[in-house]
């Protein structure tokens, strides 16, 4: 089992609409975690950091975090063309040691 | 205020050779953590200086070697150039010994021939 999973896939969704991005991790002890995005030779851009079980909102953003199960997501609300991107989501497993997940293409279709 | 900083931006080595690739992190940042990323994957974690000490390492040879300059700065050192060491090598820095959020630099891309 990898130690941070997501699904690569790609994922199409149409302008306008809701993307929804999911992440598992295998540490249960794991305390922060990521999400980064990342344009197609470019390095790796913070979108949202979450700590806490529950929602994060940031503009279009939210992040979830549900510690029990695991799991992460990222919903992109109003999805845009300059949204598509590769979205790594990465979790903090030992102070420090950032474990990233292989990332999920996103292809917003105008 | 200067964001993370690598250089050079690009870089082709062949097999054998040696390649020396430098970090500047952010302002206000004292912990330099390096990372690997071939095509298609995921970032995968080499080692984190702070304090000029290596601090954690990731599953990589010891032909990957670093070093933390009294500035905060860094180098990540890698012997005996392989194929498979083609990727983007990026820099991140953070503070707290890594226990906030890492900001990542523009990399630099490797190619081995």
């Known amino acids: 089992q990898k130690e941070v999973e997501q699904n690569s896939g790609p994922l199409s969704v149409p302008e306008g609409a809701i993307a929804s991005l999911n992440c598992t991790y295998s540490?249960?002890?794991?305390?922060?975690f990521f999400w980064y995005r990342q344009y197609s030779g470019k390095s790796p851009e913070l979108i949202m950091s979450?700590?806490?079980?529950g929602d994060k909102e940031d503009g279009r953003f939210t992040a979830q975090l549900n510690k029990a199960s695991q799991y992460v997501s990222l919903l992109i609300r109003d999805s845009q063309p300059s949204d598509s991107a590769t979205y790594l989501c990465?979790?903090?497993?030992?102070?420090?040691?950032?474990?990233f997940g292989q990332g999920t293409t996103l292809q917003v279709k105008p | 205020d200067a964001g993370v900083t690598q250089s050079p931006t690009h870089l082709i080595k062949t097999r054998g050779q040696q390649v020396t690739l430098r970090c500047s992190p952010k302002?206000?940042?004292?912990?330099v953590s390096w990372y690997q990323q071939a095509l298609g994957q995921g970032p995968q974690f080499i080692f984190q200086?702070?304090?000029?000490?290596?601090?954690q390492r990731g599953n990589f040879p010891d032909r990957f070697s670093g070093h933390q300059f009294p500035n905060y700065s860094s180098e990540l050192n890698v012997n005996a150039l392989l194929l498979g060491d083609s990727a983007l090598y990026l820099c991140?820095?953070?503070?707290?010994?890594?226990?906030?959020?890492?900001?990542f630099g523009p990399g630099t891309r490797l190619l081995v021939l």
């Open positions: 990465a979790v903090n497993m030992v102070a420090g040691k950032l474990i």
């Open positions: 979450i700590y806490s079980n």
């Open positions: 991140a820095s953070t503070t707290g010994q890594g226990r906030e959020t890492q900001y």
């Open positions: 200086y702070y304090e000029e000490e290596e601090r």
């Open positions: 540490d249960r002890g794991s305390q922060s």
């Open positions: 302002s206000g940042h004292d912990t």
